[in-house]
């Protein structure tokens, strides 16, 4: 069973809760990953919150990284340059590593320079502080998280879990991300492209959801839905139902049904031998065509190809 040690750098002003998320997602998955956590010169680190923690490692554990993860620091602590001794820290990360960072943790990597010219994301609310500081780096902060190999890239708090998530998918497949999910009681998927602030999450007093349409739709992903099938199933105009869905999930109905139908497509390529055809019937895709199109939209890769990752991994 292949190991792959995770190291986490904690700086001064670091969010506790974000700290966390790497071991408890990352050490959920059956001993696939070793994780450590260090400072930048072995001592304890002042969190955002009333309290400090100690680290186990200096920063000579970054040189001993598969996976280096940047854990977020407070907005106080936001800067366009990096001190000597940050600096110092991440020059010994070995060329090729995978870095990850969560939330704020962008503003560390793209201050080092390790980011220009490349896609990434960081918490909506920071966002135009980061392109103001950053403008070589290609911010988009309307998603959850950008896999940009071997730079990866977070939004803020949860999706922390989200891409720590993605990493256990992408290394070993989704069975055991699902697992590793079920234990934590977290969602097992949430795209990378899903939007991170939706205006209304949770409906006005008084107004009905549009969460039990939602469930009813996912059990019918095979079926040709429309806006009709689903503002009727809902009891509501096509307007009202329209506006109330894009309030609750940050989608239009139409996206968030090919969303779901690209999620449930993959989750088969990893775990069946369904021909590709088979899956576009399965999914609601009128044609495997229509599947490879919408696949290649979304992450870039054929079927073949995302299915031949992910058998390996499996």
Known sequence: MRRERVVVLALDGVYPFELGIPSRILGAADGRYEILTCSVDGRPVRTNADFGVTVEHGPEALATAGTVVIAPVAPSHL???????????????????RIVSICTGAF???????????????????????????PRVDLDPDVLFVDDHPFLTSAGAASGVDICLHLVRKDHGSRLAN??????????????????????????????STAGTRAWALERLD????????????????????????DEVGLSPGRWLIQQRVVRARHLLESSDLTVDQIAG?????????LRQHLNAAIGVSPQAYRRTFQTAR
């Open 223 to 246: 079926e040709p839905l429309t806006l009709a099938d689903l503002s009727g199933h809902a009891r509501m105009s096509q307007r009202t139902f329209a506006r109330r869905f894009h």
């Open 179 to 208: 697992s590793v999910a079920r234990r934590c009681v977290v969602p097992p998927f949430r795209d990378g492209g899903q939007a991170q602030y939706i205006e209304q999450p949770v409906p006005e007093q008084g107004a009905a």
């Open 108 to 134: 560390v990597l793209a201050a080092a320079g390790l980011l220009d010219g490349r896609r990434a994301t960081t918490h909506w609310q920071v966002a135009d502080q980061f392109r103001r500081m950053f």
């Open 79 to 97: 800067a366009d340059e990096v001190s000597g001794d940050v600096l110092a820290a991440l020059a010994l990360i070995r060329p090729g590593t």
């Open 282 to 290: 399965r999914v609601g895709f009128a044609t495997g065509a229509s």
